[in-house]
Nanobody
Framework: QVQLVESGGGLVQAGGSLRLSCVAS????????MGWYRQAPGKQRELVAD???????NYADSVKGRFTISRDNTKNTVYLQMNSLKPEDTGVYYC???????????????????WGQGTQVTVSS
């Protein structure tokens, strides 16, 4: 099975920084898109940022200019550098991999989606 494991969450003061990492492991041939979602208590899950294998990036408006997403395709790893953190950034951050193709898949199989277990980010005021 493909697994995503996040790390780097924690408790920081407003204005501080955290760097999240997510490693995808398994019989992986390719991953189209890797990204980060977050969910605050009582709120719906929202996209924070994602990045394609070719380097195309989307950011939520609320994090533009503060967060930076990057990935290492050879390591199937995605990162989220979070600067100037605000209390509103608090939530569980989930790594997502979409369009994941395994070596055993058909060449025309579009891929499957996987989620990490989540890592807590808490920003105090």
């Amino acid at each position: 099975q493909v697994q995503l494991v996040e790390s780097g969450g924690g408790l920081v003061q407003a204005g501080g920084s955290l760097r999240l990492s997510c490693v995808a492991s398994g019989n992986i041939f390719s991953i189209n898109t890797m990204g980060w979602y977050r969910q605050a208590p009582g709120k719906q899950r929202e996209l924070v940022a994602d990045i394609t294998s070719g380097g195309s990036i989307n950011y939520a408006d609320s994090v533009k200019g503060r967060f930076t997403i990057s990935r290492d395709n050879t390591k199937n790893t995605v990162y989220l550098q979070m600067n100037s953190l605000k209390p509103e950034d608090t939530g569980v951050y989930y790594c997502n991999a979409d369009g994941v193709r395994q070596w055993s898949d058909s060449a025309h199989y579009p891929g499957a989606q996987y989620w990490g277990q989540g890592t807590q980010v808490t920003v105090s005021s």
